[in-house]
């Protein structure tokens, strides 16, 4: 009978403990990957968001956490793997056997995971969009309400300056033509009064005004099309527009050409977060 004494280890041994670390090492990998495609989750939701506004889905910036607990986790399955295929090396070196209690690693990681699952699960239920059903289910869950001077307010996450630097990089990127940012409360210090900081930015694209101005000329007193940043008097910073579907209603504009301003909401989404 072979006892823990004369145990020599097998070239065997060590072929299979090799590939047991590899297989840990796909396995730290494989969470890795799957952390960062989690943690850009939020990028899709908020996509959507901007896509489809009638979807309205719950705050996605927990995805970002769950992701980066993952990648870090893959990178400590990668080093205790090492470790430990390092440990069973010098076991057989010295003639002990190693395969006789259950992985300490497999049990903590097997834990973990069921905890990370249970919290994605939880965390995809509640970021589920609205269900199609509920959307039609009356007139005004499936159109939101026009505020009644048809002007939109977003509260931006940022300064006066840093939302119209946004703008004006979005707009430069989608090759828009900025005509003039309008500064308000600067002209009001030329006079001698003071101004919360208030800038009007008018821009536009002639492929997509021209169509509209041509169906209806009255929107040219709604074009170009504006986007104005301010600053309340608590210092909270707003970002207005004119809602597309209450210009829509108030030129008559055919369904089909509102794209050509829709995309106001975009920018305005954007330029607030």
């Known amino acids: 009978m072979e006892t823990a ?42 996509e959507l968001n901007l896509a489809r506004p009638d979807l309205r889905t719950a705050s996605f910036g927990f995805s970002l956490w769950l992701g980066t607990v993952l ?20 076991m057989m ?14 049990v903590a990681i097997a834990i973990l995971l069921a ?3 249970l ?36 509260a931006s996450r940022h300064s006066v300056g840093e939302t119209v630097a946004k703008v004006e990089a979005i707009l430069l990127a989608k090759s828009v033509k900025l005509f003039t940012v309008v500064d308000h409360s600067g002209e009001a210090e030329n006079a001698a009064l003071k101004m919360p900081n208030t800038k009007l930015l008018i821009f536009g694209n002639p492929k997509g005004g021209t169509p509209l101005m041509l169906a209806s000329p009255s929107v040219a007193l709604d074009l170009p099309l504006k986007i104005l940043v301010a600053e309340d008097a608590a210092g909270n910073v707003w970002v207005s527009y004119n809602a597309p579907a209450y210009l829509q209603q108030r030129h008559n504009l055919p369904a089909d050409l509102v794209a050509n301003i829709a995309v106001i909401e975009a920018l305005a ?4 977060q």
């Open 93 to 106: 070196r010295r003639g002990a056997k190693t395969f006789g209690n259950a992985s300490a690693l497999a």
């Open 269 to 272: 989404t954007n330029a607030a």
């Open 71 to 90: 990648i870090l986790l893959g990178v400590l399955v990668c080093l205790l793997s090492l470790a430990r295929y390092l440990r069973l090396l010098r």
């Open 119 to 154: 919290a994605m699960s939880y965390y995809l239920l509640s970021a589920r969009p609205v269900s199609p059903l509920n959307l039609f289910s009356s007139k005004e869950a499936s159109m939101p309400a026009i505020p009644g001077n048809g002007v939109v307010r977003i």
């Open 5 to 46: 004494e004369d145990f020599q280890a097998r070239p065997a041994d060590y072929l299979a403990a090799e590939r047991t670390f590899l297989a840990w090492i796909r396995t730290g990998l494989a969470l890795m990957a799957l952390g960062f495609v989690l943690a850009r989750f939020a990028l899709f939701l908020q």
């Open 115 to 117: 905890v990370l699952g």
